[in-house]
């Protein structure tokens, strides 16, 4: 009986393991392109407080930050389009206007 129980514990552990693996990999593009407005977002404030020289240097150094991690997830989000040629064409709009 307890080996019983066990087995079906284990196959109940590894299924919910693998599920959320499979949900990780779903979410993915959208966490990174959700991330991508919330960036956009705040490199346009950084750039604002920059001009209304508040806090200018600290607004500097964020904006690198911002803006390299904006880079990061624009090519990390690549391989997730190549599926469809919509996405891709928005995608390298975007590449380019960036």
């Not at 919910?16 to 977002?41: D, I, K």
């Not at 997730?80 to 064409?89: F, N």
């Amino acid at each position: 009986m307890r080996r019983f129980l066990a087995i079906t514990l284990t196959f109940f552990i590894t299924s919910l393991a693998g599920a959320a693996l499979a949900q990780t990999e779903v979410n993915f593009p959208v966490h990174f392109a959700g991330e991508q407005r919330m960036l956009s977002q705040r490199i346009a404030k950084l750039y604002s407080q920059i001009g209304l020289n508040v806090l200018p240097s600290l607004a500097t150094n964020q904006l690198r930050l911002a803006s390299s991690r904006f880079e990061h997830n624009l090519a990390a989000l690549k391989p997730s389009v190549a599926g469809s040629p919509e996405a891709m064409r928005a995608h390298e709009r975007l590449a380019g206007e960036w």
